[in-house]
């Protein structure tokens, strides 16, 4: 038993001893490594920049929405029914999530009460309608749009992109500075609890972690960023003056013979 203990601890020691030299004879190479570590230093650098402007954008977004988060209530305390510009600013905001071409309808308030009208995809009225009864202060919603079932004769119903459900955040390609710094720390925080285990349960951690921490910190998607890594093309195998040099030593080499 204690032999097998032995070697389960020193394997682990061999195989970082060998990943540290291949670091070093990557880095220390006597033709390539000032430029490598040159390269190293620029990426770590704007790495660091770019992370102190996530810092500082992260904290802007956050602030922004904790006051909003305590400005939410303030509706239900005030008595009354809101202005009618206010209402309809607010009924136009909730409308444009779920419409592909919002400045076609018309909207007009009057004492809580809402008028929609002018043409509409029919996929789309009823969405409206039910977005729009939603709004805080609506007490009523007068439906008068024309519905058509299809926008080719109709100028203000075409071009426009197709609204869907709204997604969550996880869910979107772009996330908010707030969520990505959230998910940076969650996944720096999930690597450093995998150092702590032992097994495949390290080394599925440490990915997941890792993997969270590049898909916020590049704000791409998983699928993108792994394809963008598999297309990039290898520049020091690829460079103009490293293949010309390489097609003169070829050609010596077949003067010699």
């Known amino acids: 038993m204690r032999p097998q203990l032995t070697v389960q601890r020193v394997w682990p020691k061999i195989v970082g001893g060998a990943a540290l030299g291949a670091m070093a004879a990557y880095v220390l190479d006597p033709y390539r490594g000032k430029r490598r570590r040159a390269i190293f230093r620029d990426k770590a650098r704007s790495a660091l920049l770019h992370m102190q402007h996530l810092a500082r954008v992260s904290a802007r977004d956050l602030r922004h929405r904790v006051q909003g988060l305590l400005a939410a209530p303030r509706p239900f305390v005030r008595s009354g029914v809101p202005d009618d510009l206010v209402l309809i600013e607010r009924a136009r905001a909730k409308m444009g999530r779920v419409v592909s071409h919002p400045h076609a309808i018309q909207i007009g308030a009057l004492n809580g009460r809402i008028m929609l009208s002018g043409p509409i995809l029919a996929s789309e009225a009823k969405s409206v309608l039910d977005t729009v009864r939603l709004v805080w202060g609506v007490v009523e919603v ?43 720390l969650a996944g720096s925080a999930l690597a450093i609890c995998a150092m702590r285990q032992r097994g495949l349960t390290r080394l599925a951690l440490g990915m997941v972690g890792l993997g969270l921490s590049a ?17 990039r093309p290898d520049r020091e195998t690829k460079d103009p003056a490293h293949r010309h040099t390489a097609t003169k030593a070829g050609c010596a080499v077949e003067d010699l013979r």
């Not at 916020?216 to 963008?228: D, M, Q």
Request: zero cysteines; charged letters at 25%; proline letters at 8%.
């Open 142 to 184: 007068e439906d008068h749009l024309v519905r058509y079932e299809r926008p080719e004769s109709i100028p203000s119903l075409q071009g426009g992109g197709t609204r869907g459900a709204t997604r969550p955040e996880l869910w979107q390609e772009s996330w908010t500075p707030a969520l990505r710094m959230t998910v940076v």
């Open 215 to 231: 898909r916020a910190a590049a704000n791409v998607p998983l699928k993108r960023l792994a394809s963008f890594s598999r297309s």
